[in-house]
């Protein structure tokens, strides 16, 4: 919802309607940022893009053993997971 849209917005002075819009914009961000799955997805995306750095200096084989802990890293978990439910379950 945009700010400007809110019935009370027009009792707002006119100085303070940008000073007022970058204060819920800000407020907004902080309150996505503390959603855990959006910092988690933060930090990947990071991950990702400081994992394909090395790609633009043509280093192609860095880039991919860097990338080997996201793509083996869940797989394997999910096996210990099985395994150790597989373990007290039967």
Excluded: D
């Excluded at 002075?13 to 799955?37: D, K, M, N, T, Y």
């Excluded at 959006?38 to 750095?53: D, E, N, W």
């Excluded at 860095?62 to 978990?77: G, K, N, R, W």
């Excluded at 099985?82 to 379950?89: K, P, R, T, V």
């Amino acid at each position: 919802m945009k700010p400007l849209q809110h019935p009370w917005w027009h009792h707002i002075p006119s100085g303070e309607r940008a000073q007022r819009v970058w204060q819920i914009r800000r407020l907004r961000v902080a309150a996505w940022l503390r959603a855990r799955h959006h910092r988690i997805l933060l930090t990947l995306v990071f991950y990702v893009l400081l994992c394909l750095l090395p790609l633009l200096i043509g280093q192609p084989h860095l880039s991919a053993y860097a990338l080997l802990p996201v793509v083996l890293v869940p797989p394997v978990a999910y096996l210990a997971y099985l395994l150790a439910w597989h373990e007290f379950h039967r």
